[in-house]
């Protein structure tokens, strides 16, 4: 099986720009969740959609959004950029294997806001 | 408030040697706790994982041991090899399945292996 591929790897933007990060999930996985990753915060829950629906969310203001579609493939949005956006962008899908949960990365799509 | 911790920011071990790597958690309420393997400017990738209604799993040369009354579990490898050198991450959720993807992680240790 292919694991979690995610597009761009790597993104320069500037401030005030907007920025659409994809990932597709491991076949036969429904939920997709993102994470953003910095030196100074470590590894932070964004989102996680499910069946094209968001079912959780982390404490990220508005200008972070996502979506997904039917094929579970997901999109991240961020407008608006700020200097502090600049990150790793962690995409993960997950499953249920003999009762244990199990949650797949993506190699991140490396973001920097100049 | 960090609810998953990780207080050794790193942990030296020989090649061959067992490698214990610790983690404590403050919310009771967790219930799926997952160990993670990183080097940078990767991915994490997923080694091990717990349910709550467990005490010990095992996969190959990984072991999770998960002790809910003091809130704490840990993740042993043995034997430890040069290619186990990266920075580990724990990392727990709750709220059941419909929660299990919003996992919250500790700050990692950093693992190296002597030969």
Same mark, same amino acid.
Request: glycine share 10%; aromatic share 12%.
């Given at each position: 099986k292919a694991g979690v591929t995610q597009t761009p790897r790597?993104?320069?933007? *500037?401030?005030?720009?907007?920025? *659409?990060? %994809?990932?597709?999930?491991? %076949?036969?996985?429904? /939920?997709? /969740?993102?994470y953003q990753q910095t030196p100074g915060q470590g590894l932070q829950f964004l989102f996680e959609y499910f069946s094209e629906t968001q079912r959780n969310k982390g404490n990220?203001?508005?200008?972070? %959004?996502?979506?997904q579609f039917s094929n579970s493939r997901s999109e991240m949005n961020v407008s608006t950029l700020e200097l502090g956006d600049s990150a790793l962008y962690l995409c993960a899908s997950s499953s249920l294997q003999g009762g244990d949960y199990e949650q797949y990365f993506g190699p991140g799509t490396r973001l920097t806001v100049t | 408030d960090q609810q998953?911790? #990780?207080?050794? &920011?790193?942990?030296?071990? #020989?090649e061959g040697r067992i490698s214990i790597l610790n983690c404590d958690y403050t919310n009771s309420m967790f219930d799926y706790f997952l160990w993670y393997k990183k080097y940078p400017a990767e991915g994490p990738t997923f080694l091990i994982s717990i349910s709550s209604i467990k005490d010990k799993n095992e996969d190959g040369r990984f072991t999770v041991f998960l002790n809910k009354s003091a809130k704490h579990l840990s993740l042993h490898i043995v &034997?430890? !090899? &040069?290619g186990d050198s990266a920075v580990y991450?724990?990392?727990?959720?709750? $709220?059941?399945? !419909? $929660?299990? #993807?919003?996992?919250?992680? $500790? !700050? $990692?240790?950093?693992l190296t292996i002597n030969p």
């Amino acid at each position: 099986k292919a694991g979690v591929t995610q597009t761009p790897r790597y993104l320069i933007k *500037t401030r005030g720009q907007q920025v *659409t990060l %994809s990932c597709s999930p491991i %076949s036969g996985h429904r /939920s997709v /969740s993102w994470y953003q990753q910095t030196p100074g915060q470590g590894l932070q829950f964004l989102f996680e959609y499910f069946s094209e629906t968001q079912r959780n969310k982390g404490n990220f203001p508005g200008r972070f %959004s996502g979506r997904q579609f039917s094929n579970s493939r997901s999109e991240m949005n961020v407008s608006t950029l700020e200097l502090g956006d600049s990150a790793l962008y962690l995409c993960a899908s997950s499953s249920l294997q003999g009762g244990d949960y199990e949650q797949y990365f993506g190699p991140g799509t490396r973001l920097t806001v100049t | 408030d960090q609810q998953v911790k #990780q207080n050794s &920011p790193s942990l030296s071990v #020989q090649e061959g040697r067992i490698s214990i790597l610790n983690c404590d958690y403050t919310n009771s309420m967790f219930d799926y706790f997952l160990w993670y393997k990183k080097y940078p400017a990767e991915g994490p990738t997923f080694l091990i994982s717990i349910s709550s209604i467990k005490d010990k799993n095992e996969d190959g040369r990984f072991t999770v041991f998960l002790n809910k009354s003091a809130k704490h579990l840990s993740l042993h490898i043995v &034997p430890s !090899q &040069p290619g186990d050198s990266a920075v580990y991450f724990c990392a727990a959720s709750a $709220g059941g399945l !419909q $929660g299990a #993807q919003k996992l919250v992680f $500790g !700050q $990692g240790t950093r693992l190296t292996i002597n030969p």
